[in-house]
């Protein structure tokens, strides 16, 4: 029985492996397509509001894509476990204009405060988490919640956290926000397709690190500082 779960199980990943891997091209060439459209398209809004709102759908299902192929990958152990060395405190420079785009759409209170804090990995994984976990306080907090990003050393590990003081996630969803596609509530307006957090849990997981809510409006991330270790993460 543990035999054929685990084929099924395989036969699932590559499956998605797959589907993924054959919708790269005829996105890549819809993209291309709308593209020229867009260009060649006369000066009437209502075609071009029409072409560039099938660009911008074209560019969410192909950013959909990459991250299933990338979890895919993950599943199946394909992915090179990554050691560079890395600040956290850089990434959340660099992540910083996107988030203070995202602060001011959702009228939230972005405070960083970013000291030194060296880990190994890779730093654009790593910029997908800041990424992930920021916008999803800011999404979730609501209008003037205020959403903390704080990067530092504590007790030898190097530490990010992620804080705001909105209403946080209710007891009964905590336990199913790291599955695929779960969405805590479906009739959100801005709803993504819920592989953020998914997809952040499997960084983190190829960072040899862990990743677990225990509250409502909180998360931190522990590295170590070692070079000669592999990063731990949690996340609660």
Request: aromatic share 4%.
């Amino acid at each position: 029985m543990l035999d054929r779960l685990e084929r099924s199980f395989t036969a699932a990943r590559q499956f998605s492996a797959d589907a993924a891997h054959e919708l790269r091209t005829p996105l890549t060439i819809l993209r291309g397509e709308l593209e020229v459209a867009l260009a060649a398209a006369p000066g009437d809004a209502g075609p071009r509001r029409a072409l560039e709102s099938c660009l911008e759908e074209v560019g969410r299902l192909a950013s959909l894509v990459e991250d299933l192929l990338f979890l895919a990958r993950a599943d199946a152990g394909a992915v090179t476990p990554p050691s560079d060395p890395v600040d956290l405190a850089d990434v959340v420079a660099d992540a910083g204009p996107a988030l203070e785009a995202l602060a001011a759409r959702d009228s939230a209170e972005l405070v960083v405060q970013a000291r030194p804090a060296a880990v190994r990995g890779s730093a654009p994984l790593l910029f997908r988490v800041v990424l992930n976990l920021a916008e999803n306080a800011i999404k979730h907090g609501g209008a003037g919640a205020r959403v903390e990003v704080i990067t530092g050393v504590d007790g030898g590990h190097a530490v990010l956290e992620v804080r705001d003081d909105g209403p946080g996630i209710a007891p009964e969803d905590r336990g199913r926000i790291f599955d695929r596609f779960y969405r805590a509530d479906p009739a959100r307006e801005r709803g993504g397709a819920g592989l953020g957090l998914p997809l952040t849990r499997a960084i983190v997981l190829l960072h040899g690190g862990e990743i677990s809510l225990t509250g409502g409006s909180r998360s931190r991330g522990v590295f170590s500082r070692h070079p000669a270790r592999r990063p731990r993460m949690s996340a609660f």
